[in-house]
C-alpha cells in the first residue's frame, strides 16, 4: 500500500484539534467531544425563535374563528397573535438547529453555526483537486451531524418543553423586551453563567457561515431598489419611443425619399 504524500502527512499533523466528531464519538471521549452548554443551547434556540417568528410574521392572514362556534359567533383573528403561529414555531424549532454545523477553529459559543467550516471547506477543496486526504473519519460521514450538535438539539427538545410557559409568556406580553434576556438571563439562566449571550462572531471576509440569523436582509433590500430603478428606466425609454414622430419610425424607403432599387437590366453582350 502506498504511502501517503507529504501533502497528507501534514494535513494529519495540522488538522486533528480541528476536525469534526463524529456523532458516533465516544461520549467519554472529551479531548474530541465538548458537548454545548445550558447557555449555548439556550441561546441559539432563542436566535432560531427569534428568527422564526420573523419569518412567520410578515403574512396579513387573518384566522376565522366563527368555525365550531353555535350561532355562527365569532370573530377573526390575526395568524401573528394566533395560538396556531406560537405552536407551529416551537414544535419545529428545535429541528433548525440541526443546520448547525461545528466550527472548532472558532472559540466559546461562536463554534456553532451554520454553513460549513473553514476547515471542512479546506479539506473538501483539497479533495476535489485530487489531493489525497487521510484522516480517521471517512469521507462520507465529514458532512454529518456532528456529537455536538446532535446533543445541542436534544438540550433543545428538553428546554422548550420545561420553559413553553415562559416562551409562550413572551409571546403573548413581551415581544418587544429581547428574547435571549428573557428567555435565558431571566429564566433558564438565572444565577447560572451567562457569558456566552454576549459573544458575537465577528465573520471574515468570505466567511459564509452565519449563527442562524437573517444576513441577507440588506443585500436583498439593495436588490430590489436596483431592480426598481431598472424598471423606471425601461418605462422612461418606453414613453420616449412612444412620442417619436411617425418618420423617425419608419425607413427612408417607406417615407419615399429614397427610390426602391430597380433591378438590372442584361444585354445580349452581357450574355456572351
Known amino acids: 500500500m502506498a504511502e501517503p504524500g507529504p501533502a497528507a502527512c501534514l494535513l494529519l499533523l495540522l488538522l486533528p484539534p480541528l476536525l469534526l466528531s463524529p456523532a458516533g464519538a465516544a461520549a467519554d471521549d472529551t479531548e474530541w467531544v465538548r458537548l454545548p452548554s445550558k447557555c449555548e443551547v439556550c441561546k441559539y434556540v432563542a436566535v432560531e425563535l427569534k428568527s422564526a417568528f420573523e419569518e412567520t410574521g410578515k403574512t396579513k392572514e387573518v384566522i376565522d374563528t ?3 362556534f353555535l350561532g355562527g359567533k365569532g370573530s377573526g383573528i390575526k395568524y401573528t397573535q ?3 403561529r406560537l405552536i407551529e414555531v416551537t414544535e419545529t424549532i428545535c429541528k433548525r438547529l440541526l443546520d448547525y454545523n461545528l466550527h472548532k477553529e472558532r472559540t466559546g459559543s461562536n463554534r456553532f453555526a451554520k454553513g460549513m467550516s473553514e476547515t471542512f471547506e479546506t479539506l473538501h477543496n483539497l479533495v476535489h483537486k485530487g ?3 487521510v484522516m480517521d473519519i471517512p469521507y462520507e460521514l465529514w458532512n454529518e451531524t456532528s456529537a455536538e450538535v446532535a446533543d445541542l438539539k436534544k438540550q433543545c427538545d428538553v428546554l422548550v418543553e420545561e420553559f413553553e410557559d415562559v416562551i409562550e409568556d413572551w409571546y403573548r406580553h ?4 429581547d428574547l435571549a434576556q428573557f ?3 431571566n429564566h433558564v439562566l438565572k444565577g447560572k453563567d451567562t457569558s456566552c449571550l454576549a459573544e458575537q462572531w465577528a465573520s471574515k471576509k468570505g466567511d459564509v ?4 440569523e437573517n444576513k441577507t436582509k440588506k443585500k436583498g433590500g439593495k436588490n430590489k431598489k436596483a431592480a426598481e430603478k431598472k424598471k423606471k428606466n425601461k418605462e422612461k425609454v418606453e414613453e420616449a419611443k412612444s412620442h417619436l414622430a411617425p418618420s423617425a419610425e419608419r425607413s ?3 417615407e419615399g425619399d429614397i427610390q426602391p432599387k430597380a433591378p438590372l437590366a442584361h444585354s445580349p453582350a452581357d450574355e456572351l
Open 82 to 84: 394566533s395560538d396556531i
Open 131 to 133: 489531493v489525497k486526504v
Open 252 to 254: 427612408p424607403e417607406e
Open 209 to 212: 457561515a452565519t449563527t442562524g
Open 174 to 177: 413581551h415581544q418587544k423586551e
Open 183 to 185: 428567555l435565558c438571563a
Open 66 to 68: 366563527q368555525y365550531g
